[in-house]
Nanobody, 133 residues
Framework: QMQLAESGGGSARAGTSLILSCEFS????????VGWFRQAPGKDREGVAA????????TYADSVKGRFTISLDYDRKKVFLQMTDLRPEDTGMYFC??????????????????????????WGQGTQVTVSE
């Protein structure tokens, strides 16, 4: 089974940047989606960005479009989340996750991955991101 480990969180001022890294191991198939989710105190975990291993299709939550970029280095078994123009509302615990969902086109599969928090099989332990004014 897959294992994931995040790094790179920390504190940042609004308007600055951070980059998160997720190292994964175990069987990784082209039909896997790998992505980043976040959870603020008292709120549900939500999808931030995801990438389809077999082809690199990406999708983002509306709240981070244009500011965050997800990328995959398959040879190094790492997924990155470049976060720019950080805002206080980006504060939360960020989790790396992976799973394979069947059915539909690649965009449909990745969209399903983003919204199916309760169904995702593989999670990292999380890394805290705190953004202050």
């Amino acid at each position: 089974q897959m294992q994931l480990a995040e790094s790179g969180g920390g504190s940042a001022r609004a308007g600055t940047s951070l980059i998160l890294s997720c190292e994964f191991s175990g069987p990784t198939y082209s039909r896997n989606s790998v992505g980043w989710f976040r959870q603020a105190p008292g709120k549900d975990r939500e999808g931030v960005a995801a990438i389809y291993v077999g082809g690199g299709y990406t999708t983002y939550a509306d709240s981070v479009k244009g500011r965050f970029t997800i990328s995959l280095d398959y040879d190094r078994k790492k997924v990155f989340l470049q976060m720019t123009d950080l805002r206080p509302e980006d504060t939360g615990m960020y989790f790396c996750a992976a799973d394979a969902f069947a059915g539909g086109s690649t965009p449909e599969v990745v969209a399903k991955f983003m919204r199916s928090v309760r169904e995702i099989s593989y999670w990292g332990q999380g890394t805290q991101v705190t953004v202050s004014e």
